[in-house]
Every structure is written in structure tokens, then in C-alpha cells.
């Protein structure tokens, strides 16, 4: 099991990021974490679960209609730590 945070830039406040990314990661069995916006603009997704899963929803992410919206993608892996239940939508 791992863990995800990834950092995405460019017009992704506004245009259904979060919530497309919840709709996204609810067809993997297993995944936990959330989706925010950030107050520099970017949106955080911290995401656990099966390596090739969470790899999964970043490409999907990429192939939905919000991935034209992306110019910059930071990703960071770690071991997953067990601490979410569920994944949704998290406001700061």
C-alpha cells in the first residue's frame, strides 16, 4: 500500500476539480484520502491505496476533461499510513 500526495497547477480551482476526483477515485476498491484547494491556487490530493490503483486515477484524471486544465503535475509516493476512511472532498 502507498501513499499519494500530489500537487496539481494551473486552472484547477473552479472547475469541478474536487469533485471530479471523487467521482473518479470511487471506481477503486480501497482508496482513502481527499481532494482540496489550496490558497496558492493548486489542488492537493493525498490518496492511499494500491499502487497501480492510485496510478490509475492520476491517468484518469489526466483523460478527463480536467486534465486540459493541468500545466504542472508534483507527485510524491510514500507508504500509506492507514490514517483516512473514505476519500472526499476536504475544505481548509
Not at 10 to 24: A, D, E, P, S, W
Not at 27 to 37: E, I, Q
Not at 71 to 85: N, V
Amino acid at each position: 500500500m502507498k501513499r499519494l500526495t500530489a500537487i496539481f497547477t494551473g486552472r484547477v480551482q473552479g472547475v469541478g476539480f474536487r469533485f471530479t476526483t471523487v467521482r473518479l477515485a470511487g471506481a477503486y476498491d480501497g482508496l482513502s484520502g481527499f481532494v482540496m484547494n489550496q490558497f496558492d491556487g493548486t489542488v492537493l490530493l493525498v490518496a492511499e491505496g494500491d499502487e497501480d490503483d492510485l496510478r490509475a486515477l492520476l491517468n484518469d484524471i489526466r483523460r478527463s476533461g480536467l486534465g486540459r486544465h493541468i500545466t504542472d503535475l508534483q507527485t510524491q509516493w510514500r507508504a500509506a499510513t492507514g490514517k483516512f476512511e473514505g476519500f472526499g472532498v476536504r475544505y481548509s
